[in-house]
C-alpha cells in the first residue's frame, strides 16, 4: 500500500482517511464484491477549501474498482453541522442511485464519525474541464457545439431531479432573507475593496434587497442540489453526465440552483477560450433542457441572477498565508458594473435591459 498524505492537511484528517478506507475494504470484501481485493493503492490526494479528497484504487486478480472519499472540513468547525450535511448528501446519493440511475456519483459508503463519504468513481470528465483547457484559442466549432448539447443535458437532469423531490410546503421566507443577507455583506465589502464604484454597489445593493424583501413567491419547493455547476458535473459522450457534490443539498425553490448554473456559465466567459456567444448559447440550451418556467418565477429569476453579477464582481480565494479564504476585486469587474448600472437605471442609454434573463443580455467581453 502506498501513501502520500498531503502536508497542509491536520493528522486528523489524515486517520480519518486511513480509517474509512480500511474500512470500506473490509466492507468491500465483506460483500464479496472484491473478494479478490489484493491490495489498495493511493494514488492522489487533493486538498481543497471543504474537503480532502483521496483518490483509492482497489486492485483484484482481474479488475480494478476506482473510488473517491471525501473527507469534509466544517470550515466554521461546527462539526455536527458538517455530518448531517454529510449523511444528506450519502441520503440523496443513494435515492438518486434509484430514482436516476447511472446519473449521479455512485455512492459506496459513509462514515459519519470520520467525516467521510465513499463514492465510486464517476465516468468521462469535468465539464468546465471540455471547455477550460488552459489555451488561449477559441474553441472549435464541435467542442462548443458538444458544450451547448452537454449544457442542454443538465437542464434536463436538473428539471428531473426537481421534479423528484417536490416538497410543495416549504417557507421560502428564510431563503429570501438568506439571499438578502448575501447582497448586504457582498456589498459592505465592495464598497471597501473599491471605494470608487460605491455608490453603484450601494444602489444596486439596496434595489435588489428591497426586491427580494417584497417578493410574492410561490410556495413551491423542492429539494436543491445546492451547488450545481460545471465543475460539480462529469461528462461522457455528447449529453451522458454523472452529478456529484450534494453536500449543499437542502430543502428550497428551483431556481436558486437554475440561476446558479447560468451564473457559473457566464463565469466561464471570463476565460480567454470561453466567449459570450459561448456562454449565451450554453445558457439557452440549459434553459431549453430545464423547460418552462412559470410566469411568477421570472421576477424572482431576474433578481437572483442580479445577485449573481454582484456575487461575480468578487472573487474568493485561498489565502496564501494562515488558511481561510480571502476575496478580491475580480478583474473582469467591469463586466457586471455596467450590468449593474443598466440594473439600476434601466433608461439610460436606451436599453431595454429586462428580458427575463437579463445576464445573456450582458455585453460580455466587450
Ligand atoms: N465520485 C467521484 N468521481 C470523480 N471525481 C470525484 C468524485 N468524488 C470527488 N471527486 C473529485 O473531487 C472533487 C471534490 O469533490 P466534491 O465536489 O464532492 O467536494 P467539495 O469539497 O464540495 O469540492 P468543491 O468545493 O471543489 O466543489 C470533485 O470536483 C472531483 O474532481
Ligand atoms: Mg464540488
Request: glycine letters at 8%; a positive charge; one cysteine or more.
Amino acid at each position: 500500500m502506498t501513501s502520500n498524505a498531503p502536508n497542509n492537511s491536520t493528522p486528523r484528517v489524515v486517520s480519518d482517511l486511513d480509517i474509512a478506507q480500511t474500512e470500506l475494504k473490509g466492507l468491500l470484501q465483506g460483500r464479496n464484491a472484491m473478494s479478490l481485493a489484493a491490495d489498495v493503492l493511493i494514488s492522489r490526494t487533493q486538498v481543497l477549501p471543504y474537503s480532502v479528497v483521496r483518490f483509492v484504487r482497489f486492485k483484484c486478480a482481474h479488475d480494478v474498482l476506482d473510488v473517491f472519499l471525501k473527507r469534509v472540513v466544517p470550515g466554521d468547525g461546527n462539526v455536527a453541522l458538517a455530518r448531517s450535511r454529510l449523511m444528506t448528501e450519502a441520503e440523496v446519493l443513494r435515492d438518486l442511485g434509484e430514482r436516476m440511475p447511472g446519473q449521479a456519483a455512485p455512492f459506496f459508503a459513509v462514515f459519519p464519525d470520520q467525516l467521510v463519504l465513499a463514492t465510486a468513481a464517476c465516468n468521462g470528465q469535468q465539464m468546465d474541464a471540455v471547455v477550460c483547457r488552459g489555451g488561449i484559442s477559441q474553441l472549435s466549432p464541435a467542442v462548443s457545439a458538444r458544450f451547448e448539447n452537454i449544457s442542454e443535458a443538465c437542464g434536463r437532469w436538473l428539471r428531473r431531479f426537481h421534479e423528484l423531490t417536490r416538497e410543495p410546503a416549504i417557507d421560502l421566507r428564510a431563503w429570501l432573507r438568506y439571499e438578502r443577507g448575501e447582497v448586504s455583506w457582498r456589498v459592505a465589502l465592495l464598497e471597501r475593496l473599491d471605494p470608487a464604484n460605491a455608490l453603484l454597489y450601494r444602489e444596486s445593493g439596496e434595489k435588489l434587497r428591497s426586491e427580494l424583501a417584497g417578493c410574492a413567491l410561490p410556495l413551491s419547493g423542492c429539494r436543491l442540489h445546492g451547488d450545481f455547476a460545471p465543475h460539480n458535473i462529469f461528462v461522457k459522450g455528447t449529453t451522458g453526465i454523472q452529478v456529484l457534490d450534494f453536500y449543499a443539498s437542502r430543502p428550497g425553490h428551483p431556481l436558486h440552483d437554475l440561476v446558479n448554473f447560468i451564473g457559473k456559465i457566464c463565469g466561464l466567459a471570463e476565460s480567454p477560450t470561453f466567449s459570450a456567444e459561448n456562454s449565451r448559447r450554453a445558457c439557452v440550451a440549459f434553459l431549453k433542457g430545464y423547460g418552462p418556467i412559470r410566469s411568477e418565477e421570472r421576477t424572482i429569476a431576474r433578481q437572483l441572477i442580479v445577485l449573481q453579477a454582484i456575487k461575480r464582481l468578487l472573487v474568493i480565494v485561498e489565502a496564501r498565508r494562515g488558511g481561510g479564504l480571502r476575496a478580491r476585486l475580480n478583474t473582469k469587474k467591469g463586466w457586471y458594473e455596467s450590468f449593474l448600472a443598466r440594473y439600476v437605471s434601466p433608461d439610460e442609454g436606451g436599453t431595454s435591459s429586462f428580458t427575463p434573463w437579463p445576464f445573456l443580455d450582458l455585453e460580455i467581453g466587450k
